[in-house]
């Protein structure tokens, strides 16, 4: 009876299974869902989208030429949008981005033309012929980075991923203060400053700088920017103490070179290999690099020796002068006043030299001296009454350069 039982048992599985594995389904539809592609306040993916830049010969009037604008004419929305749009600015080598109708005829219905990553501006042609001009959002962030140099400020900054103008705004603002030709491997440094980013994601660069140290000599040197009057806007950069930065004198003619030769009382010279004395310093440069004043005054000489080449001489005031010989080009004339860091001429070397680089001299009462050993005058110092509020804003800033110093 058991068995009889089981064996009826496992037909009714088996028939079951089969009746189970007999049973039509009705198939699963899909949904495709296309993810937007959205970009300049439109979804890309209602238009055909053509993506170009301008070229040279380019008009805008031309490339509406190329386009079917439906009931419009170039001419008319060229003249059209005249006031809003000044096409004339645009410019080789920017982009624009054309939309148009998906449908066969690819009918125009939005130019956009980028001037630059935070400005755009949009023609509709859909309903009638408008324009609008849209600037991004832009969003400021701050950090602040420290380290020890291993090589050049550049270097230093692009390990930690700051874009390089950040190095030539430091060495401006520092460019009386540290001789950067003398900064060694292991100098401590720390900058605190803000950067910029479109749409919170686009990077547009550094916006300003907070504070900053350099090692220089066994020293830190700070620098905080400060406005001692708040109604204007004019910056200037004083160290820990509340001391100006800037000085009557910038430390090198140079922005980025190197010191190939000193001055001294006796030295061989390379091209008429005698034993003299070489009363300037010597800053190897590229052909071409430009040359600043290293203070303003009037140009007392300007011409050419077999020795020293194509000089210039700057006249400062009854004490000091400056000289810069062996130039590829001279900018500047007999007679013309000059301001600090104005370019006066061009690295080069003609006359005595054996390559490229500016010979400086500078006198002092009349006698050729050591720029290099000079103490030269500095600055107005800050007022008296504008210090206490000087010191009170850049304590935190300073703890803060420091702190995070300390952990390099």
């Known amino acids: 009876m058991k068995r009889i039982s089981l064996l009826f048992l496992l037909l009714t599985l088996i028939g079951c299974g089969e009746k189970k594995s007999n049973e039509k389904t009705e198939p699963t539809l899909t949904k495709i869902v296309i993810p937007e592609r959205l970009a300049f306040g439109f979804n890309l993916n209602d238009f055909n989208v053509v993506d170009d830049t301008i070229r040279k010969g380019d008009t805008f009037g031309a490339i509406l030429g190329k386009q079917n604008l439906g009931d419009f004419l170039p001419f008319e929305v060229v003249e059209k949008v005249r006031d809003s749009f000044d096409v004339r600015l645009m410019r080789v080598g920017k982009p624009y981005t054309i939309l148009q109708s998906k449908d066969a005829k690819k009918q125009m219905e939005v130019f956009i033309y980028q001037p630059d990553r935070l400005n755009y501006y949009v023609l509709d042609l859909r309903d009638s012929i408008t324009v609008k001009k849209i600037t991004r959002p832009v969003t400021i962030k701050r950090r602040t980075i420290a380290g020890k140099l291993d090589g050049s400020l550049s270097e230093a900054l692009a390990d930690a991923r700051v874009e390089a ?211 030269l005058p500095s600055a107005m110092p800050m007022e008296s009454k504008y210090k206490e509020r000087y010191l009170a804003q850049i304590k935190p800033l300073k703890q803060e350069l420091d702190s995070v110093a300390n952990l390099h």
């Open 165 to 375: 103008s950040l190095a030539a705004r430091i060495s401006k603002i520092y460019q009386w203060s540290i001789d950067f030709f003398k900064l060694q491997k292991g100098d401590k440094f720390a900058i605190t400053f803000t950067e910029r980013f479109i749409n919170d994601s686009i990077y547009d660069g550094v916006d300003s700088l907070e504070a900053s140290f350099f090692e220089y000599k066994g020293q830190k040197i700070y620098a905080f920017p400060y406005s001692q009057d708040p109604g204007t806007d004019k910056i200037d950069y004083y160290d820990a103490e509340g001391k100006p930065l800037k000085n009557f004198f910038l430390k090198a003619p140079l922005k980025f070179s190197r010191i190939s030769s000193r001055f001294s009382p006796r030295r061989f010279h390379p091209v008429q290999s005698v034993w003299k004395a070489h009363k300037g310093t010597d800053y190897a440069a590229p052909t071409g690099t430009p040359i600043m004043s290293t203070a303003a005054g009037v140009v007392e000489l300007a011409g050419y020796t077999a020795g020293n080449g194509n000089f210039v001489k700057v006249k400062h005031n009854g004490t000091y002068s400056t000289q810069y010989l062996h130039m590829s080009k001279i900018l500047v004339r007999k007679g013309q006043r000059v301001t600090q860091g104005q370019i006066i001429g061009k690295v080069g070397s003609t006359g005595l030299a054996t390559g490229p680089h500016v010979c400086y001299r500078f006198w002092k009462n009349g006698v050729q001296v050591d720029a290099l050993k000079m103490r």
